[in-house]
């Protein structure tokens, strides 16, 4: 099953990769294609990109475990967790970044305080809400779990995108250079862990339509595994 799990991390990175230009050609129509393009040449891209598929592969560690039919132990929980977690952190940098272009411009210059205190505040939500998985992994089955987890994904993806994009409309009708690069950053959290958050579905989605196709290599696969 983790090859699955493999697959469908890298069909995340792919869809990630396969938006870019739509999504930066709706946010900035009147942006050149050559200029969107040159986004595929910056080494900052990829490191996220890289992130949310290796946070998708952790996120994925017990739906295969659950799909394998192995036991779960509380420490097997703890890659899902803290990638949920991560992700919620992403999502309140985006709001955060959202929220300052709208309240102060993107020229004004936020300084090495404001950096820390927003370094500060994705930490903390990581911890916050990896804790709060972590209690609710002791009182629940690891596939209800999951689902929590991907629920609140969902909705604070929603919540998060209902800031980004009213800011973002407003930041671009500013007379400014750059104008709406901070709140593109809340859209692109957004709508990155909108989709993150069906990474189990999809993977369950497989699994099962591969049983049903190789029921005895099914049986094999989670066997060895």
Do not use: N
Request: proline letters at 4%; one cysteine or more.
């Amino acid at each position: 099953m983790k090859r699955w799990a493999i697959l469908v991390a890298g069909l995340y990175f792919l869809i990630l990769a396969a938006l870019t230009v739509p999504v930066c050609r709706l946010a900035f129509p009147s942006t050149k294609f050559a200029d969107v393009i040159e986004a595929y040449s910056a080494w900052g891209y990829w490191v996220w990109l890289l992130v949310m598929f290796l946070g998708q592969a952790a996120l994925l560690a017990v739906p295969v475990r659950i799909a394998s039919r192995r036991p779960i132990a509380r420490r097997s929980l703890l890659p899902t967790i803290l990638a949920s977690g991560l992700m919620l952190g992403v999502l309140a940098f985006g709001a955060m970044c959202a929220l300052y272009e709208f309240a102060f411009t993107f020229e004004s210059d936020p300084g090495v305080s404001g950096s820390w205190c927003a370094v500060g505040i994705v930490l903390l939500t990581w911890c916050l809400w990896s804790l709060i998985f972590m209690r609710q992994g002791r009182a629940c089955e690891p596939k209800d779990l999951v689902s929590r987890q991907c629920r609140s994904l969902f909705k604070g993806s929603v919540l998060e995108l209902l800031v980004a994009i009213p800011t973002h409309i407003v930041a671009r009708h500013r007379d400014q250079c750059c104008a709406g690069c901070m709140t593109f950053v809340g859209l692109v959290a957004g709508l990155s862990v909108m989709l993150f958050s069906f990474g189990p579905a999809v993977f369950f989605l497989f699994a099962a339509r591969w049983r049903k196709l190789h029921p005895e290599g099914g049986r094999q696969e989670a066997a060895g595994e």
